[in-house]
């Protein structure tokens, strides 16, 4: 008697065909949802966020919900790269002080930088291609299979003026350790979240002086990052590369 051993291997290229349609399914899911809510909530939170006391009715009308509303558009500022972060953290610091307004900005912050790392991380490299310019994916390739790639990332995160979310997107297809990442972005954050923060409370409190100059050293120290961006990121990449013999060897 013969053994029908067609089945078991048509079956096998039918289970590979579902997965890797379940795969595009979620690849496509994930790009519309974040594109549909750039486009229908990324003017309206940047245009609050903008005008601070209509900003802080609008949250207050919320009650207690309102502070995690505020966390809740730090986690959009993240996943949605057209929402500007500097105009959300300002906010956070005018309506709840430097203190308040940095733990809030930081926990909206981790929380959106967890759901990019993870999207990144299970759909890998093609959700990246889609979600991020081929010119800053080419910039920041010395990091893909670079051991060294947690130390270049924790340099770039301290430094203004280098694109935070984007990052993000590419340290999901990095070797860097789920918790030591989203240790560097709480450390590596945190100095420009008690800046805009202190800033947005003098300017609440009608320090204008206070916020003027603090305020024109963070412009400064922005465009010298936006400046010498390209020379920034070379100089973490020869940083972290390592001395390579032409064998591929490192030196001793």
Known sequence: MKKDVSTPGCAEPESKKWKVAFYIFLIAAFVSVTTYAGIKLGP?????????EEFREWLNSFGWKGVLIFIGVQVLQVVIAAIPGEVTQLAGGYLYGTFFGTIYS???????????????????????????SPRQLEKFSFML??????TAMFILFLIPGIPKDILTYIAGITPV???????????????????????????????????IAVSVAACILFFAGVLFRDRIINWVHKLTR???????????
Do not use: D, M
Request: aromatic share 8%; proline share 6%; charged share 15%.
């Open 145 to 150: 299979n670079n051991k060294k790639s947690e």
């Open 242 to 252: 390592g001395n390579k013999e032409p064998g591929g060897s490192e030196n001793a």
């Open 177 to 211: 350790k789920p918790l030591r990442f989203f240790a560097i972005i709480t450390i590596g954050r945190l100095p420009a979240l008690v800046g805009s923060a202190f800033i947005g409370h003098n300017t609440q409190l009608g320090n204008y002086g206070v916020a």
């Open 44 to 52: 309206r939170v940047t245009e609050l966020a903008r005008k601070p």
């Open 106 to 132: 930081l926990a909206g912050i981790v929380l959106g930088s967890v759901i990019v790392f993870y999207a990144a991380r299970l759909l890998g490299y093609p959700l990246v291609k889609l979600l991020v």
